[in-house]
Each structure stands twice: as C-alpha cells, then as structure tokens.
C-alpha cells in the first residue's frame, strides 16, 4: 500500500510563517561536485556560502556621516575619552554624532561647562523608544565587552560596523586601545580595516496559550543574540527538566541546571565556564553546553549554523524554567512553552585592530590566559646528570 505523506498541521505551519529560517553562513564557498558523477541536490531555498575570512574586509559604498557611541554606564574614568571622542568627531570630522539619552545625564558630563557647546550638537535616543536603523553609520563602544553585547541589542537588523574600544574589565571583545584614537577611527574611516562577522542567534519565545490559537493577530517577537540563550532552574530547588529538540527530533532531555545555547562569540563567555570548546567566530556553528548535567555523559555539543534548536520545559518537571537572552529579558517558561533558536541573517561586523586570527589568540592570551604554563628546561650539557636532575623536576614545574 503507497504511504501518503502527513501534511502539515495548521498549528506547525503557522510555527513555520512565523519563524523563518536563516540559511545563510559565514565562512570557504564548498565545492558541490563530488568525483564524476556525484554533487550536492540544487535547493533554491537554501543558501550556503563559507567566506575566506582573510576577504572581509570593510568597505563604504559612501563616506560615514553619522556615528552611535556607546559608553559605559557608572565608569568615571570613561566620561573624559568620551568627551575628547564626541568633540573630535563633531569639530573636526564634522559627523552627526548619537548618543543615549542617559549619557548625557552622567553628573560629570553634565556638569562640565567647556562640554556644553557640543552637547547641544548631539543627537539623543531612548532604547525602545527610537529605531536607529538607517540613521547610523557606524558605531564606537568605549567600555568593556558589555557595550558591544549593548550595541548588538539596539539594532534587531543589519548591524552598522562596531569599533570596538577596550576601557573596561576583560576586553575579550574590544580590541583597540584609546591612547591614539585619532589615528585608528581616521584608518576606519577610509576603509583600512578587516571584519569578524560575530553570527547572532534569532530567539523566539511562545506561550502556550498564545500557540493554541491559530487566527491569532499577535506574533511572537524575534530577539536577536549576540553570546547565547541560557535556559535554567531559576528559584526552582528541583532540576531543571527540558527536552531538546533539533530540527524537529526530539535529541535528549536535559536534567540539571539548565542549558546553554550559544553562538561562537559567546562560546568564551558562560559556556566555556560550563566546560564547552572556545570557538572562533568565523566558524559556522551554534554550541549547546549543559549547566551542571546530572549525567556523567553529558558532553557539550556542536552543531550546524541555521539548524532549529527547540527547548521546552518537559511535562514531567517538577518546575518551571527560566530563560534569558544575553543575560537580558529573563522571564519564566512552563509547560507547553517552547524557546525556538537558529542562526540570524544578521551578524554582528566587528571591525578587528589587526585581523580575525590575531585579535583572538590575542585575546585569549591577554584575557583568559589560554595555555599559560612555565617552560619545561630543555637537557643541560652534562648528560645522564642533568636528564635526571630535570627528571626530578618535573614533578615541581607540572
């Protein structure tokens, strides 16, 4: 008997409308032609394409006339290179300059008198009141790498280039120095500079009840993330008890702690505290890394960029789960709910000091201390006598 293919229900084609898929990567265009006979099938809705990273590089299609500055909030040794910052670009550069509302209003900027003049020039914005797309060109960050996760956030779309400063505690993320700013934002301005593209992850967050009706007019709101998508037990004192769904399947059933969805940006963040690979940002991929699994096989994982990853609190948990979205936006999910994730079309370009592969060995040297180790004393010129006296300090150098 000919099976026939099951259609799709009203609900899961509703899910699918609402929830497009983003199958476009960042990373060596891959042959489609295998031997003599044999290539990949022609999907027109689907599209890879794997850049050289070397070929990132920025490029205007016209000059930059408008610039987003970001600074680090409650930071008193940041208010002065601002201020040199904002004054420079609008006296001298003659760019239009935004700025957030609460900037301005830092008692020292505030009250400096010689700053007034050109606070007068800049152009002020709310979060969530004002949309910045299409108004900025590009954007400085001066702090740590909490600026740049506050940047990603503001732009739920394309994302203008960032330049990235490091004035804050860690500066995984934040490549240049301040001292000579003039010199590195002019070599940004004339388009000397290569680009991480930090790949997003699009989160979408259903209730239950709202999932059930089918004509309703309320869509659920897509969140872009910069560093990952971290479900957990919250005040629950039970286990975090969750299925994991990719693509559709059912995978595994996650009971401990919770669950770490994350991009490779964010695979040096909280997930390489939860034992996942540091991963470059140039690799197509999304991690899930369990927190505290109450499972000795539970091992990190690494799958595909643009897969569907669904999470839901499983029927048999004791409690509910907690979600948050670049440490951001936490709220309570139950039963029923699902938290849906994929790779976004929208990455995050990140203007890098020297070039992809060095600003990262750089910065897991200088901030996470990657492989920091005392040398082992090669063999001295008296033989057997300094192979056992270097024998015997092994035990003291390990």
Known sequence: MEKIEELPSPSESLQRQRFRRARSLHGPSPTTT?????????NPASIMHVQDPLSQRLT???????VLIIKKVHESSVVQPFMDLVTWLVQ???MVVYVEVSTLEDEMIADDSGFQPIKQKLNTFKEGTEDLSGRVDFIICLGGDGTLLWA??????SVPPVMAFHMGSLGFLTPFEFDNFKSQVNHVLEGHAALTLRSRL?????DAECDTHINSTEKPKKIQVLNEVVI???PSPYLCHIDLYLEGRHVTS???DGLIVSTPTGSTAYAVAAGASMVHPNVPAIMVTPICPHSLSFRPIVVPAGVEIKVMVSPESRGSAWVSLDGRNRREIKVGDSVRITTSEFPVPSICQNDQISDWFDSLAE???WNVRRPQRAFNNNGANGREKDDSDCGVEA
């Open 34 to 42: 295998f031997g003599p006979k044999a290539c990949i099938q022609k």
């Open 60 to 66: 205007w299609n016209k000059p930059p006339l408008s």
């Open 92 to 94: 001298e550069k003659r």
């Open 152 to 157: 990603s956030s503001l732009f739920q779309g």
């Open 202 to 206: 699009k989160c979408v967050i259903t």
């Open 232 to 234: 957990d037990r919250g």
């Open 254 to 256: 996650v009971q401990g």
């Open 367 to 369: 901030c996470l201390h």
